[in-house]
């Protein structure tokens, strides 16, 4: 049976709708991965791209900035911080951890009449939806929080519905916020009953899967601050979005989103790897064994790894990385536990399938699928073996219990978060074995999880941000944003005029910026300046610091930050001049960064770009930047790459840019449009990131006018071409050393290096050459355990390159192999010793008929262990007798005499004591002892008095009566 609507139909047509009849611009989906919001773990909704516009912190020279109407279908992860509906997911048949968000956006334009208006003709007229089943719901209001009813929307809705079909409801239901903090509004959401001929208003928000919310309006009119108050936004704006997934059920008529040929793919493929019965789409009760929830399971998170995992997430112990891990573990323990898939996995064949069903909406999915696959396949390797110790795990928790006996919540939460057990299977395994499972302790725990989850998403920020109200502010004393192309040239002061003076003020019990006239001493202050050459943070490369001069006075300029093309540069500034006057607006300024530190940070830059361009020769063309952080110090680059560097591979790493800074390059620097940039050869951008446009193209080698000429040239790719904003060096030959110090995992398939350049550098280089002289000389070593482990300690705090490292710790652990044959041989050789100094003395025993033995055991080489070994040989055939045995050590440069005795019980009562012997023994040669009555130590440095302490040991054995 053909069918009408197919997914991609559905999708095209919302998208035709708004860009043909309403004028809007289809936008492409942003990354899951929110990089530049630290508020969010994943991009949770459509508008999350759009953050910025809706702040008024988007940059003017951005193309968002242009932007007044856009429309798209935005990937969306929901598992994890505020938006979580992971634990749902298998149990209906509408929510999902991945599904796509179909929206129209309004940025200052157009508002409720419009968005009201358009929503329902494109239901009813264009996918002709049966108005008889549409309820609408709109905000009642808010007492608490000030906010009134929404008269408006609702007025709006009556046009199209009858009264009794549109709801009021609470700030839950119908005020919309992306997170903690950030744009709101009062929201109208549309529901649909898909049985239809009755009245469904009591099952509006009931969570009924028979009537669902499908789209929501949300009309963008505050901003919620971090103390949770809320402030108005300059000007109004439409954020809507549409369950696709949901739509595309009700337009299929079917009555779950899993029965639309969109699922349909998955499902079978899910079947042929498993070898589980086919899906039959039973829910609850009817679904015996669970095996529909787990294809549910299965094929709602293989959608939502393989996304994450391509834009840049990957399974980890941390933030997003965690939850991607639980997700993959939960749906392999389902695989494996329910549909009986291959332990050794099965999970990762999928992808190719994922790729087939959504590869055309986002073709970024089939950059590199096969590296998916390789990074999912490793993670159920490792989960494996995980699963075998959970299964242990509950099977102890349980056998532990009373009978009848209840698991813990912190234990079933265990098994969780650290095994992958969802709380179904937990509680179903418990009560096959008649147990329970506290499942509000475990409700308790999870909930005590997603706030960590969401205090690892927030990143400490700079409390001076110029949020929506102040640029507004700005914009209406009509302050010019700041000309800050100087930046290029920084070394060199530039004079400008302060356009406005903000400072933090707390007296109102939170911290508010407030707009003066002049600075304060005794608190940060932010100038906006006309011109500036310090660089604000950006595009990984950290603010410049320095000084603001003027009137006699100086801001120490600590940080530096742009929003909606203000620069912002903030410090303390000293309270005032000889005169008494202080920092104003209008005066005219002095602007001088710290050159010194600049030149470090440049150098890195350039560092970065050269190390970009080695990594693409040393591993091929397949590896994308995840990120970077250039400091004055050091340089942090991550990129995608499966496993660590080989020393050869850091090795040539090393040698091609210093090859490259040895040819003195020249350093290109061009503003492009974004179209004509990318459109050269081998041209690099980071992973995720948003650029303006024109776009800035920084270029090492070839200048951008000789690209620009013949920009398929196959030649660009010997050089580095990339998109970038950041200050750099005018010659390769500047950065002067490079070396990479640093090589690890990052996240699961993401590596990272951290690498030096000019005097960093060169001090690496130097303790290399000085440590590999070190590591000679413990090779000849007389004492080679203890010069190895001071060697190691000494390493710890030497910077010395990556190939390096991996060169001593190999030569380290060939050293360790060599000590521990050596101490084999010598534990071996010892044991003779004992054994026959054991033997010699039972003859000893037998012919005297004495109960106790002082002797000098030359073989011990001053070990007390081999002495307590040697005494313990002795008296498992003598068991009745007491015995010393002392030996010294000569040979290492810590001399040492040690002495051992032990006493049997039937002995000590006769009054000879092991410590008391030992005590006096050591402290007749001038050392210490002490220990038990049964068993005592000693030690002396006068090893040539070894004879000495045994005729004292001797003596005082034989004064006591112990026969």
């Known amino acids: 049976m053909e069918i009408e609507w197919t997914a991609n139909k559905v999708r095209q047509t919302f998208i035709d709708f708004f860009v043909k009849e309403h004028q809007h611009i289809n936008v492409p989906s942003s990354s899951v991965v929110p990089y530049k919001d630290p508020t969010l773990l994943f991009a949770n909704a459509g508008m999350n791209q759009f953050k910025a516009i809706f702040l008024g912190q988007v940059d003017p020279k951005s193309i968002q900035a242009t932007w007044r109407r856009v429309v798209n279908s935005q990937k969306c992860i929901r598992a994890g911080g505020k938006h979580n509906d992971l634990d749902t997911v298998g149990k209906d048949s509408y929510h999902h951890t991945f599904f796509e968000m179909l929206g129209n956006w309004s940025f200052g334009d157009y508002f409720k009449e419009e968005a009201i208006s358009w929503a329902w003709k494109l239901l009813t007229e264009v996918y002709k939806l049966d108005k008889e089943r549409l309820y609408v719901t709109y905000f009642r209001g808010d007492d608490e929080s000030g906010l009134g009813p929404d008269d408006e929307a609702k007025q709006i809705w009556e046009r199209f519905l009858p009264a009794e079909r549109v709801l009021p409801y609470g700030k839950k239901e119908n005020f919309w916020e992306m997170g903690e903090t950030g744009p709101c509004g009062p929201c109208s959401e549309i529901h649909y009953d898909r049985i239809g001929g009755r009245d469904a208003t009591s099952l509006v928000n009931a969570d009924d899967p028979t009537v669902i919310e499908i789209w929501n309006n949300v009309f963008i009119q505050f901003n919620r601050e971090k103390d949770r108050s809320l402030s108005k ?157 959970g299964n242990r795990k509950l099977n102890k928790i349980i056998s532990s219990l009373k009978p009848g006996g209840v698991v813990s919540g912190s234990d079933a939460f265990t098994l969780y978060d650290r095994y992958g057990f969802p709380l179904e299977l937990t509680v179903a395994i418990s009560e096959e074995k008649g147990f329970g499972v506290d499942e509000r302790g475990f409700e308790k725990k999870m909930e005590e999880r997603r706030k960590l989850s969401e205090a690892s998403s927030k990143k400490t920020q700079n409390p001076m941000v110029l949020d929506a109200a102040s640029i507004d502010t700005l914009k209406k004393r009509g302050v010019s944003r700041t000309v800050d192309t100087p930046k290029f040239t920084g070394h060199i002061p530039v004079e400008s005029k302060v356009l406005a003076i903000i400072v933090e003020d707390n007296t109102s019990g939170k911290l508010d910026l407030v707009f003066k006239d002049e600075a304060q001493p005794n608190t940060r202050n932010g100038f906006v300046l006309e011109t500036t050459n310090f660089y604000a943070e950006s595009g990984g490369q950290v603010a410049d610091t320095g000084k603001i001069t003027g009137n006699g006075q100086d801001m120490i300029v600590e940080d530096v930050q742009v929003y909606n093309g203000y620069v912002l540069h903030m410090g303390q500034v000293s309270g005032s001049n000889e005169e008494g006057e202080k920092l104003k607006v209008g005066d005219t300024v002095t602007c001088t960064i710290d050159v010194d530190r600049r030149q470090m940070i440049m150098a890195n830059h350039t560092g970065t770009h050269l190390l970009n361009l080695a990594l693409r020769e040393t591993l091929g063309g397949g590896i994308d930047q995840r990120g970077s952080i250039v400091l004055p110090e050091k340089l942090r680059f991550d990129f995608s790459y499966s496993k660590p560097l080989l020393k050869e591979e850091l090795k040539k790493i090393d040698t091609v840019v210093a090859d490259l800074i040895k040819q003195d390059l020249r350093v290109f620097s061009k503003e492009v449009t974004q179209v004509e940039a990318l459109q050269f050869n081998g041209i690099r951008a980071v992973f995720g990131e948003t650029y303006p446009d024109p776009v800035r193209v920084v270029s090492i080698g070839a200048s951008i006018e000789q690209m620009q000429a013949d920009p398929k040239n196959p030649k660009w790719r010997e050089y580095s071409v990339e998109l970038c904003g950041g200050t750099h060096l005018n010659s390769s030959k500047e950065t002067v050393t490079f070396v990479v110090a640093e090589e690890e995992a990052s996240a699961s398939s993401v590596r990272r290096i951290v690498a030096l350049t000019g005097e960093k550098a060169r001090e690496a280089l130097d303790n290399e050459e000085e440590v590999m002289k070190r590591l000679e000389e413990v090779r000849n070593s007389s004492a080679l355990e203890a010069d190895l482990a001071t060697f190691k300690k000494e390493l710890e705090t030497k910077v010395v390159p990556a190939r390096t490292r991996l060169t001593l710790n190999e030569e380290m652990n060939k050293i360790q192999d060599l000590i521990r044959k050596k101490v084999s041989g010598k534990e071996h050789q010892l044991k003779e010793l004992s054994k026959v100094y054991a033997e010699n003395l039972e003859k000893t025993f037998g012919e005297n008929k004495v109960n106790y033995h002082v002797g000098v055991f030359e073989g011990a080489g001053g070990s007390a262990q081999a002495l307590t070994n040697t005494i313990k040989m002795i008296q498992e055939k003598n068991s009745g007798v007491a015995v010393m045995l002392l030996s010294a050590d000569k040979e290492s440069k810590k001399k040492k005499l040690s002495i051992v005795c032990i006493v049997p019980d039937s002995l000590v009562k006769k009054g000879l004591a092991a410590d008391k012997w030992a005590k006096e023994t050591a402290a007749h040669v001038g050392g210490k002892g002490g220990g038990k009555p049964g068993n005592a130590q000693g030690s002396s440095d006068n090893v040539d008095k070894i004879e000495d302490a045994r005729k004292f040991g001797e003596e005082y054995a034989s004064k006591i009566q112990l026969s």
Do not use: C
């Not at 639980?326 to 099965?346: K, P, S």
């Not at 399938?353 to 096969?370: M, N, Q, S, W, Y």
């Open 233 to 389: 936004l300059p000007a109004k704006h439409v954020d809507t979005g549409m369950g696709f997934e949901r739509l595309l059920s009700i337009l299929q008529n079917v009555q779950s989103n899993y029965d639309t040929e969109h699922w349909a793919p998955l499902m079978k493929k899910i079947q042929e790897i498993t070898g589980a019965p086919a899906y039959s789409g039973k829910f609850g009760d009817d679904d015996k064994n669970f095996i529909d929830k787990a294809y549910r399971v299965l094929a709602d998170h293989i959608r939502t790894v393989t996304i994450a995992i391509n834009d840049g997430a990957a399974p980890g112990a941390t933030g997003r990385n965690h939850v991607i891990r639980t997700i993959l573990r939960r749906a392999v323990r389902y695989g494996i536990e329910i549909l009986q898939a291959d332990e050794a996995g099965f999970f990762y064949k999928l992808v190719p399938t994922v790729v087939e069903i959504l590869g055309g909406a986002f073709p970024e999915l089939k950059r590199d699928p096969e590296a998916i696959q390789r990074v999912i396949l490793l993670e159920e390797q490792t989960f494996s073996k995980t699963l075998a110790q």
